[in-house]
């Protein structure tokens, strides 16, 4: 049977009924998930259910938003959990999507093992919309972009290790780090269509 969806930093009240349909996600300001030496931000709402890592295949998205603020950010997000009691905020974890900077929407992964790094590039085509997989290659993971049906590649991730025992939770999320000026209290609202994660057993 496949699991059912969850929300980490949200009520399950914002749970989509069909996540393979478009929804919205809405994320309040001041969130992240981010972590270096003196923060470990983990704060950004996200929905997504537990599969095995025997089991993960991949997961994919088209993410699209009004980006206006530094950082704001909206994309894939999994979360990798040795055992059932693991700690997400304490893990280790891939997210991928598109992120404001400098006043341009560009294509961003961040990967975080002990701390977490940043790549970012521009966007393949113009617009505030892109898609974005993850896939499972032997123990690698692999995280493109797909522009025209083609994957293009964003990041290879060797210390996943995608063959180990116990979970990972995979799903989508939003972030909005900087608030507004002249309206600190105003969120950010990212669209998801076609979630889909593909599973060992096809579910």
């Known amino acids: 049977m496949p699991s059912t969806w969850e929300t980490l ?8 009924k069909d996540p393979s349909s478009p929804f919205t996600l809405t994320t309040p300001p001041k969130t992240d998930i981010w972590r270096h030496p003196t923060l470990n931000s983990f704060n950004a709402p996200a929905i997504g259910r537990r599969v095995p890592f025997t089991q993960f295949t ?3 998205t088209t993410v699209s938003g009004p980006w206006k603020t530094q950082f704001d950010q909206g994309g894939l997000f ?3 959990l040795p055992t059932p009691s693991s700690e997400p905020s304490k893990s280790q974890w891939v997210k991928a999507g598109i992120e404001l900077f ?6 961003g992964v961040v990967g975080t093992d002990k701390y977490s790094d940043w790549s970012l590039c521009p966007m393949f085509e113009k617009g505030e919309s892109a898609t974005f997989e993850a896939v499972k ?12 049906g083609k994957r293009e590649a964003l990041r290879e991730v060797k ?4 063959e180990r025992e ?4 995979v799903g989508v999320y939003a972030a909005k780090p900087t608030v507004e000026e002249g309206d600190e209290e105003k969120g950010l609202e990212v669209r998801f269509e076609g979630v889909e994660v593909v599973t060992g057993d096809g579910k």
């Open 9 to 16: 930093n949200a009520p399950s009240s914002v749970l989509p």
């Open 58 to 60: 991949s997961i994919k």
């Open 78 to 80: 999994i979360v990798f």
């Open 102 to 107: 400098n006043g341009e929407a560009k294509l």
């Open 137 to 148: 290659d032997g123990e690698t993971l692999w995280v493109y972009a797909v522009v025209g």
């Open 159 to 162: 210390w996943a290790e995608m």
């Open 166 to 169: 116990g979970e990972i939770w």
